[in-house]
């Protein structure tokens, strides 16, 4: 509770602090105009601070939004299963609200979402109920520094925040413009939503204990056992390794995108490697997560009006 109470300070700060930046630089906002921007992306597979379920999880996603030419900006999305036997069902809608800023080579913003999955969804971010965080970037125009910081919302608050280092190659007039920006990043944070994850989605059965998890099986996500198909049996899921903040994954990407006047298209690749595997015990059995390099692809158009 401390840490929202702090963060919602922080956020209230930062977009105060930038409303004011907004009307002092009226020159470049009456150049600017709002919209909406609707638009379709294919998720290859949802794999989240690199994790990932054990089974593929592609979404086609829709999405709406209006951005207001002061920066501020409000959305929703929905992801729709793309490759299992339930293809076609809604996984997750995201109402989304932000802020962006950018003056010179300095850009920021601030950002909150709220999550509603199915329960049926196996995802590793299906138990986040919502998330709330900022960024900013400084070009160097040799390099451009990030990062980035979120509180998520599940069972409990984590924390994750993110380092990261680009150059863009920009070639075409601003009306119809090539972006290519080389990428990579390391993320670290804590882990309530994914032990819930492992609790309540991936396995899906009997009484959790240990270093923050408690409470029974809510029925959801694949309805399994270790083993497989879930015996009825009550069983005991024990966390062993603490919930600390931690390096969770480093990642490579190369963002391609496509901007004309009012529509265009982008297509990020990306590496995740994730590290520092959790440790658990089923009915006292000794278990280590096991934790695989992941390449998956985010590709999509979009129509601005």
Same mark, same amino acid.
Do not use: C
């Given at each position: ?178 972006? +290519?920006?080389?990428?990579? &990043?390391?993320?670290?944070? %804590?882990? #309530? @939503? ?7 989605? =991936? /396995? ?77 015990? +089923?009915?006292?059995?000794? &278990?280590?997560?096991?934790? %695989?390099? #992941? @390449? ?7 129509? =601005? /009006?």
């Amino acid at each position: 509770m401390r840490r929202l109470l702090l963060f919602t300070t922080v956020l209230i700060a930062i977009l105060l602090f930038f409303s004011k930046l907004t009307f002092a630089q009226k020159d470049s906002a009456t150049k600017k105009k709002s919209y909406f921007k609707a638009g379709l992306d294919y998720l290859s597979n949802a794999v989240y601070s690199g994790r990932k379920d054990s089974s593929v999880v592609s979404y086609i996603k829709p999405s709406i939004s209006y951005v207001n030419k002061s920066g501020f900006s409000l959305g929703a999305e929905m992801s729709v299963l793309a490759n299992s036997p339930e293809a076609g069902r809604i996984d997750e809608i995201a109402l989304e609200a932000g802020y962006d800023y950018s003056k010179g080579n300095f850009d920021a913003g601030a950002y909150a979402s709220k999550y509603f999955y199915s329960d049926a969804s196996y995802a590793v971010a299906s138990e986040l109920a919502g998330d709330a965080g900022a960024y900013f970037s400084y070009d160097l125009d040799f390099l451009k520094l990030g990062a980035g910081g979120d509180f998520l919302f599940s069972t409990g608050t984590d924390i994750s925040v993110n380092f990261n280092l680009s150059h863009s190659f920009e070639m075409g007039p601003d009306s119809s413009k090539w972006t +290519i920006s080389p990428t990579a &990043q390391i993320g670290a944070g %804590t882990q #309530s @939503f994914y032990r819930a994850y492992y609790k309540n989605r =991936k /396995f899906s059965f009997g009484t959790t204990t240990g270093n923050g998890g408690n409470g029974s099986s809510h029925g959801k996500g694949h309805h399994t056992t270790s083993g497989g198909t879930s015996t009825g049996t009550t069983k005991t899921l024990t966390f062993l390794t603490q919930n600390q903040f931690t390096v969770l994954d480093y990642e490579a990407s190369i963002p391609v995108e496509y901007e004309h006047k009012r529509w265009g298209f982008h297509i990020t690749p990306v590496l995740a490697i994730p590290v520092n595997p959790m440790s658990y015990a +089923i009915d006292g059995v000794l &278990q280590k997560e096991t934790l %695989t390099n #992941s @390449f998956f692809a985010d590709a999509g158009i979009y129509l =601005k /009006f």
